[in-house]
C-alpha cells in the first residue's frame, strides 16, 4: 500500500509540463502548451498541456487527464506502479517490504541469475557461445543491450550470490531459475543462450534459452517454466526495448527472438516476437496498446505460413491494422538480413501486403473449388474484425479478389457472427447544457466550487458520472480551497476525463456573475423538473389534494425565480 500522503505529494508536486516534456516536444502556444500526441498518429500536433490547470487533452483522439493518468496510459502502468514512478522522479523514496509486494524476492532471484549468465558469456568459458552469436551476425553492442547470457552447468555461483541477498534455494526454483529433480537442484537451462524476457515496462520474470553449437538436444528454445510471475502467453521478447517506437513506426512481429536482435541490430527498433509460443489474443491485446499497426514478417515455409495466418486472426481481432510480408523460402529476418542490406529488407517491408491480398496470393487459387476455399479463409478472418468500417473495406477487397458480388461475401461474413455480441450501449444519458455548463466553470475556476457546494446539493444531478465529479470537486474544496483539475483527474471515468480534460485545456475564463447566474438557472431548472415530475406522480395516483400543493409551489417558483439568483 503507499500512503495516501505520498500520493497527494506526487499529485500536487509533479508539473506536468516537465514531465510530458521528457516525453513530447513542447511548444509553448498561448497560455499552454502544444505537441504531437503520444497516443494516436498525428502530423499537426493537438496535443496541449497546461501547466495552470496540471491537465492535457489531445483535441484530436481525445486522450486527457493529469501525470499520474500520462504515465499509466504512456508507460501502461497500473495506477500504484504510476505513482512510484513519479515519486521515484520527484525523489520521495517509497520502502517496499516483502509484505507490500510478495513477489519481490522473484524479481531479485531473475536479477541475481542474470549477473551469473552475464558473467559466464563474457568469461572464458563463454567463448563458444560468443563465437555462436557472432556466426548469427550479432555484434557485441547489441548482445550487451539485450543482456544476453550464458547458464552455467553447476550451482555453486548462483547459490553464493543468493545467500548474499539471504534468498532461500526454494525461491531460486520458485523463479524457475533452479530445476529440481528427485530432490536435487540444478540450474535450468544449463549450457544454454539466454535471452531475458522482461514484462512491457521494463521488469525481468524470466529467462529463454537456446541451444548452440553441437547440443544434440532437439528443443531449440526452452522457456523459464510458468512461475507466479513469467506468463509466456502474455509477453513478448522486445517490447519492452520497442515500445519507444511503437508508436510512430508500427511493431514488426516475427517468429523469434534472434530475428528480433538481428531487426534491431539493423535498425528496425519495433521488432518483437512471441517466446517460442503461438502469437495469442492476449499478445495482440498486449501490442495495441502502444500501437495501431503491425507488419508480419514470417518464414514461408510450412510452419511460418501457418503462424502468419493464425497471428493475423488475433492481429485483426484486437482492431491491428495488420500488413504481411513471406521471406524467400528458407529464410527467417536474421538469416535474410545475414545476406542482404537494410534497405533490401525495407524494400521488402515496403511491399507488404493488405490481408485479403496476402490470402490470395499465399494460395494463388486455380480452380473454382480452390477459389472458394480461400474465400472461405478470407470470410473467416474477416468475421474476427471488431470495426464494421474495416470489416465493409475487408468484404469488398475480398469480393474482388474472388471475383463475386460483395453482397454474397458480406452476407457470409454476417451470418456467422454470434449475433447478439455487441457490447452493452455506452450511456449517452445527456447531460444538460446547462448542467454541462456548471460543471465545466467549476472544474475551470476551484473557487466556484466552494460558491456552489453551499447551495447545491450532489443528488440534484441525475447522470452518475456528473454527480460524482461534482462529488470529488466538493471533497477536493474542502480540503483546500484552491486546487487545479489535474488534481482530480485520476480518481474520474475514462468518459469523464477526457471531458474535464477538454474544459481544462479551453482558454475561456468565467466571471464570479456568469457563475452565480448559471448555477441559480440550474437549480431553477431542476427545481421545476423535480416539482414537475411529483405533480405528474400525484395526478396518476389521482391524490388531488397533493397535486395541488405542487402547483401552488411551481407558480411560485416561477414567479420568484430572480430570488434563487440573489441568494447566492
Ligand atoms: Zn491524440
New binding site residues.
Partial sequence: MIPAEIIERVRAETDIVGLIGEYVALKRAGRSFVGL?P??K?KTP??NVSSERQAYH?F????GGNALTFVMNYENLSFPEAVKHLAERLGIKIEYTAEDDPSKPLYDALEIALKVYKNKLWSEEGLGARQYLASRGLKEENIKTFALGLVPQDTSELLARARELKLSTKMLSDAGVLGNHQGRFYPFLAGRIVFPIKTASGKLVGFSGRIFGEDANPAKYVNTPETKIFKKGQLLYGLFEARPYLRREGALIAEGQMDVLRLVQEGFRSAVAPLGTAFTAEHARLLSRYTESVILVFDSDEAGRKAALRTLGEALSSDLDVKLVLLPEGEDPASYLALHTRQDFEALLKEAEEPMSFLFGLYSPKSAAELRRVAEIMISVIRRIPDNLKRELYVDEAAKLIGVHRGIIAERVSSGESKKQHKPESKTSRISDTEEMLLKMMVTNSEFVAIALKHLAPSYINERDSRELLELLYKKSSERERFTPGEIMDALSEHMRQKVSEWSLSELKYSKEEFSRTLAHYIYQRTREKLRNDLREAENVGDAERAKRILSQLNSLVRESNKIYQGI
Fill in positions: 500526441c497516443f494516436h498525428e493537438s496535443f489531445c484530436g483522439c481525445g486522450a
